[in-house]
């Protein structure tokens, strides 16, 4: 069956750096747009990085433009997020997901992807 696991997540410092992985199963990765999303405590979970299937395109949230690098290895049916500079408002729980559908360009948006992980918890403090 379809599924998906985060790992990396952690507790770092701020200005830190932690790399996240979603690895996938039961299905083709290369099809689908993945895409990386985070719940911090008592808010809505909010998007911080997609990548495409059809292109290979990416987009990030504002908050995380030029600290977060999303990247794809279909060989390894496996989407990464490198993430530096970390803040103490990235902290929260980190969901990858699959889009529901095929051969598109990303959407950050929860209500675009059937599919997702257990999560892994990042925590950024001192």
């Known amino acids: 069956q379809v599924q998906l696991v985060e790992s990396g997540g952690g507790l770092v410092q701020p200005g830190g750096s932690l790399r996240l992985s979603c690895a996938a199963s039961g299905f083709t990765l290369d099809y689908y747009a993945i895409g990386w999303f985070r719940q911090a405590p008592g808010k809505e979970r909010e998007g911080v990085s997609c990548i495409s299937s059809s292109d290979g395109s990416t987009y990030y949230a504002d908050s995380v433009k030029g600290r977060f690098t999303i990247s794809r290895d279909n060989a390894k049916s496996t989407v990464y997020l490198q993430m530096n500079s970390l803040k103490p408002e990235d902290t929260g729980v980190y969901y990858c997901?699959?889009?529901?559908?095929?051969?598109?360009?990303?959407?950050?948006?929860?209500?675009?992807?059937?599919?997702w992980g257990q999560g892994t918890q990042v925590t950024v403090s001192t």
């Open positions: 997901a699959a889009d529901r559908i095929l051969f598109r360009i990303c959407v950050l948006s929860v209500y675009e992807y059937d599919y």
